[in-house]
């Protein structure tokens, strides 16, 4: 039944993605019904997978973050429409679990223990009701310089530039790359904006409380959607996916990543571009994020070990992993931005295709590392989206008492224990 939802609301959102976009003005960003659809999208298909995996799969057939977004009983109605269409994330999200939510609604999540792994407890950062203040104070902040730029800078740094015939022909390849690096740089913060907006509206209703660190500072950190000084310091492909639109790229793994039984990273994308919209650019953009995904996993598993040893090489290879990761972003989402696949072709034939052509000869050159069967499959390769993330977003999940809830208490306050840790 899982499955099925999961075609329906998918099938449903992409009918309203056509309709706005064949049937309203096509290539305008404004504000209509698909944007909430998207997240409403994520939230019924998360919950149908937490359902299934809670009431009708057995407990070691599922992943530790799997047993501890399960949910052991069917919601009731109140509850189900209270989790989907709560005013805090109805319009831009974030997305977040079922149980971290109904542990907020019920006012538990304030009053969570850390634990030691032996089930003792350890209260010495235990408060009453952390004040959110701060932290709205600093999302707000990072909102008002995002917007800022985004009003200033960005529209004198237009993407479209980079297909400019005149531009083209007479500037030189540093150039073009220079242009392409900022101009692309200068279209993030309208992503800051509203994501970070989002996070502050959260918060600021007491929602989003991950709890204390080990030097007892709390942390406000448990639906964000971006880090960005990662993401513009990315030393690599997946450190860059690792800390953008983190919530999508969770629910990606939740129900399709894990579950997927071949090829799963080509799944995931492609999923990431059906719920994305239908825009030719975006999967233009997502097919392109495949061929760089396996080049740079391959690059890493085969060539950085050689790197990591001396400090100072170790800071060269950083460099250049640096402006590789950049130039290879920057060249991914062109498509995305101009979102039709003339302008796209434009761009990627004044490159002469280049870094397609160079990520399919690391393919055949550097060899990939199989996947195990059975329980050792994400083990073995590590997903686009990091292990460590899912450890800190997920594996840190409220106790939920049912009446058939097949795990202990123990097993519970462990499993929060273990990602406060990180």
């Not at 950062?125 to 985004?150: M, R």
């Not at 085969?302 to 100072?312: C, K, L, M």
Request: with cysteine.
């Amino acid at each position: 039944l899982s499955r099925y939802c999961f075609v329906f609301a998918l099938g449903y959102l992409t009918v309203c993605q056509i309709t706005r976009v064949y049937i309203f003005d096509y290539g305008q960003y404004s504000a209509d019904f698909s944007g909430p659809m998207m997240i409403i999208t994520q939230k019924i298909t998360s919950l149908a997978f937490e359902i299934h995996d809670g009431m009708f799969r057995k407990n070691e057939d599922l992943t530790p973050s799997q047993r501890c977004l399960a949910v052991r009983r069917m919601p009731s109605l109140l509850e189900y429409l209270s989790y989907n269409c709560n005013f805090m994330g109805i319009l831009a999200g974030p997305l977040c679990s079922y149980k971290d939510y109904i542990t907020f609604i019920e006012g538990r999540s304030y009053r969570l223990q850390q634990s030691e792994a032996n089930g003792k407890e350890d209260t010495k950062y235990e408060q009453t009701d952390p004040s959110p203040n701060i932290a709205v104070a600093q999302k707000l902040l990072i909102c008002g310089l995002s917007l800022l730029f985004h009003m200033t800078i960005t529209k004198t740094l237009p993407v479209e530039y980079n297909i400019d015939d005149n531009f083209i022909a007479t500037a030189s390849w540093p150039v073009r790359f220079f242009y392409l690096y900022v101009s692309i740089m200068a279209a993030r913060p309208k992503y800051y904006f509203a994501w970070t907006l989002a996070d502050a509206i959260n918060n600021a209703a007491g929602f989003g409380f991950r709890g204390y660190d080990k030097s007892g500072v709390m942390r406000w950190d448990l639906i964000s959607n971006l880090r960005i000084q990662q993401i513009e310091f990315s030393t690599s492909f997946k450190m860059f996916l690792d800390n953008w639109n983190i919530q999508t790229a969770l629910w990606l793994k939740r129900v399709c990543y894990e579950r997927a039984t071949f090829s799963p990273t080509i799944q995931t994308f492609i999923l990431s571009a059906i719920w994305h919209g239908v825009y030719p650019g975006y999967y233009l953009t997502f097919l392109t994020g495949v061929l760089m995904t396996l080049a740079a996993r391959a690059i890493r598993n085969n060539i950085r070990h050689y790197f990591v040893e001396s400090p100072a090489v170790k800071l060269c290879y950083d460099i250049v992993t640096w402006v590789a990761t950049q130039a290879a972003i920057s060249y991914t989402v062109v498509p995305f931005v101009l979102l039709s696949v003339k302008p796209s072709f434009t761009f990627y034939s004044s490159c002469y295709f280049c870094l397609h052509i160079a990520s399919i000869l690391v393919l055949l050159v550097f060899p990939l590392k199989r996947t195990q069967k059975g329980s050792k499959k994400h083990e073995s390769v590590q997903p686009v989206w990091s292990r460590k993330l899912e450890e800190e977003s997920l594996l840190q999940k409220n106790n939920y008492p049912t009446t058939n809830n097949s795990f202990s208490q123990k097993q519970e306050i462990t499993c929060r224990y273990q990602a406060l840790k990180q």
